[in-house]
């Protein structure tokens, strides 16, 4: 079974600072996933990457995938309160989705 | 309308009673699944319909089953559940053919609580 690993798990971090998490997978995929979910809701998707190499962003958020090291990071810059959420990572293989174990990031005024 | 809807929003019920949950997407896509969420634990797969047919059961327990009519309605029956039960249940939808970076869409999540 494909497993997928998110660090950290928690992330307490300062308005106005930089951090990354990062999700590593155990098996070959060509897609990874990262979603969003906010205390009580469901999960919103960011983004899909589908290719080594491949970089996308948002905001204050930039996530980019290398698919021979078989791990994804999210990127944030200059976090603002609005950000704390709980971020997962996803890869996909066929029509299975495997998730991470979330990183529940908390930004501080 | 959101592209997944789910209801009920919230459940309460003992564990002798018979309840369902219900999801519906409304994005034209034919693959549907159900997550368990429970506190501090990853997202759980539990079942998947491709086409109408399960691919994937995740060695749930019997007390929980699936039924998928047709490509846009799934429903989770649930009966005799126990208290560790108690978690948050998310239906999503992916188009399994077609461009290759689909993605999946949960809907909002069905909040049970088992008494």
């Known amino acids: 079974e494909l497993k997928v690993e998110q660090n950290p798990l928690f992330l307490s971090m300062q308005e106005g600072k930089n951090y990354t998490i990062y999700c590593n997978y155990s098996?070959?995929?060509?897609?990874l996933y990262w979603y969003r979910q906010d205390p009580g809701k469901s999960l919103e998707s960011l983004f899909v990457?589908?290719?080594?190499?491949a970089v996308k962003q948002e905001g204050r958020l930039m996530a980019s995938l290398d698919t021979k090291a078989r791990l994804s990071t999210l990127h944030i810059t200059a976090a603002v309160h609005d950000l704390s959420a709980t971020y997962f990572c996803?890869?996909?293989?066929?029509?299975?989705?495997?998730f991470g174990t979330g990183t529940s990031l908390t930004v501080i005024p | 309308e959101t592209g997944v809807t789910q209801t009920p929003r919230h459940l309460v019920m003992g564990m002798t009673n018979k309840k369902s949950l219900k999801c519906e997407q409304h994005?034209?896509?034919?693959?549907m699944y159900w997550y368990k969420q429970s506190a501090k634990k990853p997202l759980e797969l539990m079942f998947v319909?491709?086409?109408?047919?399960?691919?994937e059961n995740n060695s749930v327990p019997s007390r929980f089953s699936p039924e998928c009519p047709n490509s846009s309605h799934l429903f989770l029956h649930l009966h005799t559940l126990q208290p560790e039960d108690s978690a948050l249940y998310l239906c999503?939808?992916?188009?399994?053919?077609?461009?290759?970076?689909?993605?999946?869409?949960f809907g909002e999540g069905s909040w049970l609580t088992v008494v």
């Open positions: 999503a939808s992916s188009q399994v053919k077609g461009a290759k970076g689909n993605t999946i869409y």
């Open positions: 098996t070959t995929s060509d897609r």
């Open positions: 990457l589908l290719s080594n190499g």
């Open positions: 996803a890869v996909g293989t066929g029509n299975q989705f495997y």
């Open positions: 994005l034209g896509h034919n693959a």
């Open positions: 319909y491709n086409f109408k047919e399960q691919t």
